[in-house]
């Protein structure tokens, strides 16, 4: 789903855009470093990264930018579900926040925030750029 549903989602969605454009591509840290069971997810995620900047030399002189929003570990229900069977998920939060060198989990507010400015005239001057939102997880 992560590549292919995002090519046919980028090729249907170019031929309606102009100049001035943004492409978010949603990634993952998990796309730029190992992540034990996680290897196929890691892959698509790893793909997206490419995608962005292929595509940024693609579209080059259109206007259209295609940049990588890529969350690191962020509080959402969907991590709260994933976690509420293992039994642990309190050890689990602290084990990951312990990693974070802001010794949090994000919030889904901060990743939206991030994916206004690159869908705003702010990053006019970004594209095939990966933009982390993950508490320099990746980073370090």
Same mark, same amino acid.
């Given at each position: ?5 995002? #090519? ?5 969605? #170019?031929?309606?855009?102009?100049? $001035?454009?943004? +492409?978010? #591509? ?7 470093? $190992?992540?034990? /069971? ?14 962005? !900047?292929?595509? /940024?030399?693609? =579209?080059? *002189?259109?206007?259209? !930018?295609?940049? @990588? =929003?890529?969350? *690191? ?5 969907? =991590?709260?579900?994933?976690?509420? *069977? ?5 050890? +689990? +939060? ?20 991030? /994916? #206004?400015?690159? /869908? ?12 982390? @939102?993950?508490? $320099?997880?990746?980073?370090?």
């Amino acid at each position: 789903m992560n590549v292919k549903g995002t #090519l046919f989602t980028v090729q249907k969605a #170019l031929p309606l855009m102009h100049a $001035g454009s943004s +492409i978010i #591509l949603t990634g993952s840290t998990t796309g730029s470093m $190992g992540t034990p /069971a996680f290897s196929v997810y890691s892959a698509t995620k790893a793909a997206l990264r490419n995608f962005a !900047r292929s595509w /940024a030399l693609d =579209l080059k *002189g259109t206007g259209i !930018r295609v940049n @990588v =929003l890529s969350p *690191g570990p962020i509080s959402t229900p969907g =991590l709260d579900m994933a976690l509420a *069977g293992t039994g642990q998920k309190d050890a +689990i +939060i602290e084990d990951m926040t312990a990693q974070l060198p802001l010794s949090r989990i994000g919030q889904a507010e901060e990743v939206a925030a991030a /994916a #206004l400015f690159l /869908a705003s005239d702010e990053s006019s001057f970004m594209t095939g750029s990966e933009m982390f @939102v993950d508490g $320099g997880f990746a980073q370090v």
